[in-house]
């Protein structure tokens, strides 16, 4: 079946501009989670979605990174005012629950470059 | 709080050599263990897991891994390298008891030599 998706697959702006970035989970997937990752490091968690319960935001870097996501469809990551720090590969997964030992599928990720 | 290390930025192994990707963990309770692999330009694609049950775990494109609760280790290893296992390794770890999300290593990146 279609794994998880995200869009666009490149983005380039220009500091202090809005940018928002795509993932379209694995289709019955309940938790989908974003994460972070630079250039060399490992990966960052930012936020997490679990069907309709209130996200957990506690990997949000700052108040500028926002998330939301429909039911249990289509998550968008808004970075408002982006910073030459935001430039990074952000990875967005799906997993069937959000049972500890159940697998996180992940997407191709979407470079961000912030000039 | 856990923690998972991955103490090799860089693996070379030649072709045909067995190869080992060290990960050790640290958590309060018992783990849950990960591995995923990272080619360039793409997501990370799962590997395998340690739930419970048997310490060695066999996964994707033959590689395994073995559970060893007395080292806290969860080592990736595979009998044959190829050019094509050339890639991005990251181990990941969550404590079962607990509430933190997936921790992931920095990664260790394995290059074949042919």
């Known amino acids: 079946g279609a794994g998880v998706s995200q869009s666009p697959s490149n983005k380039v702006t220009e500091k202090g501009k809005d940018v928002e970035l795509r993932c379209d989970p694995i289709s019955g997937h309940t938790a989908l989670y974003w994460y972070r990752q630079r250039l060399g490091q490992g990966l960052e968690f930012l936020i997490y979605f679990q069907g309709n319960s209130a996200p957990d935001k506690s990997g949000l870097p700052s108040d500028r990174f926002s998330a939301e996501r429909t039911g249990e469809s289509v998550s968008t990551l808004t970075i408002q005012r982006t910073q030459q720090e935001d430039s990074a590969v952000y990875l967005c997964?799906?997993?069937?629950?959000?049972?500890?030992?159940?697998?996180?599928?992940f997407g191709p990720g979407t470079r961000l470059t912030v000039l | 709080a856990q923690s998972v290390a991955q103490p090799e930025d860089q693996v070379n192994v030649a072709e045909g050599n067995p190869l080992t990707v060290k990960c050790t963990y640290s958590v309060s309770g018992n783990p849950y263990l990960f591995w995923y692999v990272q080619y360039p330009n793409r997501g990370l694609q799962f590997l395998l897991k340690y739930i419970t049950g048997d310490n060695l775990v066999k996964g994707s494109y033959g590689f395994e891994a073995e559970f060893n609760k007395s080292q806290t280790s969860f080592h990736l290893k595979k009998p044959s390298a190829l050019v094509s296992d050339s890639a991005l390794y990251f181990c990941a770890v969550r404590d079962i008891n607990g509430n933190e999300k997936l921790t992931f290593g920095t990664g260790t990146r394995l290059t074949i030599i042919p």
């Open positions: 997964a799906s997993s069937q629950t959000s049972g500890g030992w159940d697998t996180q599928y």
